[in-house]
């Protein structure tokens, strides 16, 4: 198998198994990929997803070669591997080491969060064979970085550090080389420590808010959180939410 799942300790964990071409993604991959984020984003034993690579790459992006041979890679519903246009309950976290280029690029700006090693290297050189990155570059880079540097980076197809996207605000954090996936699994770890409930609705609300007019901000919001205070409301106003009003320090 291409591609492998592991759910351990709330955390779901995928990781792209090609190291041979650096994980690039065929037709086969790509649906694979597809599964395994639907599985995890149904488990009810997963809170958090981490999707990585193995040998030390995270994602080159599509294979060429299958490409050539007319093999598809995108769902018209969830986008490239099943991942571009998805719209997950649960966070998404891109544990990126070596490289995510082109449509391995697209994968990690889909994600809610990126932990990359200090060496790793980032982005979308389609325009140097002649095609454009439509899985998602286009449209997200300007979203998650200022509009002038997605455009440089778009239209000289060079590669940047993580280093120069974290300092972008792009990269959450970056760790040594190595290090990516226990450090991506460490934030994961954190999160699902989290109420499942309040995670879901946060990432919906900060995810759909972007493109709300300000003066829906808050009655949109407020739709959306109703549920999760209703449950707090009533889990505060249980008798074992509201204990025996001794307390144990200042």
């Known amino acids: 198998m291409a591609v492998h799942l592991e759910v351990v300790a709330r955390v779901a964990t995928i990781t792209i198994d090609r190291p041979g071409i650096r994980n690039a993604i065929d037709q086969a991959t790509a649906h694979a990929i597809s599964v395994s984020i639907g599985n995890a984003d149904a488990n009810p034993a997963a809170r958090v997803i981490v999707i990585t690579g193995t040998g030390g790459y995270f994602c080159a992006g599509i294979d060429h070669e299958a490409f050539a041979r007319g093999e598809l890679f995108h769902s018209p519903t969830n986008g490239f591997a099943g991942v571009t246009k998805r719209v997950l309950k649960k966070p998404l976290i891109a544990a990126v080491e070596g490289g995510a280029l082109d449509a391995g690029f697209e994968i990690a700006l889909s994600c809610d969060m990126i932990v990359a090693a200090e060496d790793a290297l980032f982005g979308l050189t389609e325009i140097k064979r002649g095609t454009v ?20 980076l778009v239209m000289t197809g060079e590669t940047v550090s993580s280093a120069f996207l974290a300092s972008l605000g792009l990269v959450n954090r970056t760790v040594p080389r190595g290090e990516a996936l226990c450090a991506a699994r460490e934030l994961a770890t954190k999160i699902a420590a989290n109420d499942p409930l309040s995670i879901e609705i946060s990432k919906r609300v900060l995810n759909e808010s972007q493109d709300w007019l ?8 407020s739709a959306i959180t109703a549920p999760v205070l209703a449950s707090a409301r009533e889990a505060a106003s249980s008798p074992a939410g509201k204990g025996d009003g001794t307390t144990t320090g200042p």
């Open 214 to 221: 300000v003066c829906e901000l808050f009655d949109r919001q």
């Open 133 to 152: 990155p439509n899985a998602g570059g286009l449209v997200k880079l300007p979203r998650q970085l200022p509009p002038k540097i997605a455009a440089e």
